[in-house]
């Protein structure tokens, strides 16, 4: 395929040969039984039991795999079997994922919220042998296609009965020894299957080995170059079927000894960061937008406090960018001190955040402005770029950052871009193709071993990369007008009322959108202008608030032309919610679910 001349394209730092050379022979197992060794009595899990924090060391945590992997050898698994886990982000997930590992078989994580139907798919696409599962209730999601499931050979329960086991059976069991079984998995083997979670047709089963989650660890840990990884505190509460929650807290627990703490409700990850204050968080933009819509609904309660506030980032964004580049002068690192100290550490200090030393944003883009305002207020954040099939990470800057930039190439891999624009790129983290699936194997990764990423892209002078949108999402108009949602979307969720955004657009006359209260914001703003106590539903018709939003509207196109601007808007009260219709689990929008949810709403946008 005919690619643009290779100076769009851009290795950083370590080659990938020299990090394959780094990590030759090593497997997930090795690495865990390294870091457990060397840091026993360190903490390596944290979770609430009812009001209390429980914890596990790493030599717990070692003992606990050992007796889990000697309970599933008893039954039966073995090396190259695949074992379903549906659980939650509890701390015996990470058992049963490394004791599967330990034994050479492939662990592999479905969303919690699959159906029967989907369950029913997944479980036999892996063929898998064996399920481990939290509760009762996600094995009455089983029980209807468990006679459909010949390859299934036995059910454990975390809680509860009515399995063919139970977890209380296999911590029962008498610890094999793991120093022997250290090389039983091979770099070759498969460390776990991503399922995407596409909008549209079956889900394709991303093949990772041993040899990509090492590399792409150790790749990520040059990127990060911290003096320290263990100990270092985060937060696990993205779904385990995840590639960025896996990477982020599973491997690096059992690789880079980070203390994970446990939450099961993504729901609750500001009060778990309050408690926990995090050294490494990563969050899809929708986390951080919540973070950002709590703290200004509640400095709005002062408007006096919050111009000042407003003031103070202001000043601090242009400091804070040439800081990050080594181009600030003095006197500007001492104004930034200044503001520092009187304002931003407090608020960091109250969501929990004041302790970081890198927050990441990925899996879909966040708003420049927004990323720029967290970056003001001393939130370390850096947008990372990636997918299933390259392991995570394809691009990141943790420190030299440029908003509305993902960064430029993570050590060892390289990136380019082809004739239309499309993001490629090949290094150590490219996958092993999809599970039974040549076909959709070679559309992907070419002759040449570059992967297609399906995203259009653009790099600048330095090598870093702006993702422009999904090829296959590309607005296309009436007119014949090729615009991205993406960034209509960023635009649309800078105005204060507006939380979620979806543009619409393809073979229609104009750009319309839909647009979603924020939860935190309009009824703050509600009761500011004498709307109190109204629903989000009764505000989403009251004149006022359309006014607003639509005043809004005029501001955040203005950027845009006139062909690609939003026309009209329709307002809803109710919020789109992860894992559902409209929302994948990671939030990003399933737009055919959202357009035949909403096709009243839209067509009456062009009526």
């Known amino acids: 395929m005919g690619r643009r001349n290779k100076g769009d394209s851009l290795t950083t730092t370590s080659t990938h040969e020299a990090i394959e050379a780094r990590v030759e022979g090593l497997t997930v197992v090795t690495e865990f039984l390294k870091t457990a060794s060397a840091n026993s009595d360190v903490t390596a899990l944290r979770w609430m039991d009812g009001e209390d924090w429980k914890s596990m060391t790493f030599g717990e945590l070692k003992a606990a795999v050992a007796r889990v992997a000697a309970g599933l050898q008893a039954r039966g698994v073995q ?27 492939t662990p592999v994580s479905i969303y919690n919220s699959s159906s029967s139907d989907q369950i029913e798919y997944l479980v036999g696409h892996c063929e898998a042998k064996f399920a481990i599962l939290e509760d009762e209730g996600f094995l009455d999601r089983f029980a209807p296609v468990r006679a459909q499931l010949p390859n299934l050979e036995a059910i454990f329960l975390i809680d509860g009965s009515g399995g063919d086991g139970t977890w209380a059976d296999l911590l029962a069991a008498e610890p094999i020894d793991l120093d022997s079984c250290a090389n039983v998995a091979q770099p070759s083997d498969l460390a776990t299957i991503i399922y995407t979670s596409g909008t549209t ?17 150790e790749a990520l840990r040059e990127s990060f170059d911290l003096q320290e990884m263990v100990g270092q505190r985060v937060v696990s509460y993205l779904p385990m079927a995840h590639i960025a929650e896996r990477a982020t807290s599973h491997y690096g627990s059992a690789m880079m000894g980070y203390e994970v703490a446990c939450c099961p409700d993504p729901g609750q990850i500001a009060a778990y960061a309050r408690e926990v204050k995090p050294n490494i968080m990563f969050g899809v933009p929708r986390v951080w937008e919540k973070i950002y819509s709590g703290v200004n609904a509640a400095l709005s309660a002062d408007p006096e406090k919050k111009e000042k506030v407003d003031e103070a980032v202001a000043a601090a964004i242009p400091i804070v960018e040439k800081m990050a580049l080594g181009t600030a002068s003095q006197e500007e690192i001492d104004t930034y001190g200044f503001l520092d100290a009187v304002a931003f550490s407090t608020i960091r200090g109250l969501v929990g955040l004041d302790e970081l030393v890198l927050a990441v944003t990925g899996a879909a883009p966040m708003a420049p402005d927004m990323f720029r305002w967290f970056r003001a207020i001393g939130v370390p954040i850096a947008e990372i770029y990636g997918m299933s099939e390259s392991s995570g990470p394809i691009t990141f800057a943790p420190y030299r950052v440029k908003a509305g930039s993902v960064g430029p190439a993570v050590p060892g891999v390289t990136v380019a871009l082809a004739e239309d624009g499309e993001v490629i790129f ?31 892209g653009e790099l600048d002078e330095d090598g870093y990369l702006k993702i422009v949108d999904r090829k296959k999402e590309l607005i296309i108009t009436a007119g014949g007008k090729n615009i991205s949602p993406a960034n209509l979307e960023s635009a649309l969720k800078s105005i204060p009322l507006v939380g979620q955004a979806c543009a619409i657009g393809d073979n229609r006359p104009f750009v319309s959108a839909l647009v979603v209260l924020d939860p935190d914001v309009a009824p703050v703003w509600a009761a500011e202008h004498g709307l109190e106590g109204k629903s989000l539903a009764e505000l989403a018709n009251e004149p006022s608030v359309l006014a607003a939003i639509n005043e809004g509207l005029a501001e955040a196109m203005g950027v845009f032309n006139n062909a690609e601007r939003v026309k009209k808007v329709k307002v809803l009260g109710d919020e789109w919610l992860p894992d559902s219709e409209l929302l994948t689990p990671t939030s990003k929008l399933k737009r055919r679910g959202i357009h035949s949810t909403f096709s009243d709403e839209i067509e009456s946008l062009y009526s």
């Not at 886990?85 to 078989?105: T, W």
């Not at 047709?201 to 660890?217: S, Y």
Request: net charge negative.
């Open 79 to 105: 090396r190259g079997d695949r074992v379903v886990l549906m659980i939650r982000n509890r701390y015996e997930f990470h058992i049963a994922d490394l004791a599967v590992l330990v034994l050479g078989a």
């Open 426 to 456: 090949r290094g150590g983290n490219v996958f092993k193709g999809y599970l039974n699936d040549a076909e959709k194997t070679a559309e992907t990764i070419d002759d040449d071993g570059w992967v297609h990423t399906g995203d259009i």
């Open 201 to 217: 047709g079956n889900p394709k089963g991303v093949m990772l080995d041993h040899a990509n989650i090492c590399w792409t660890l």
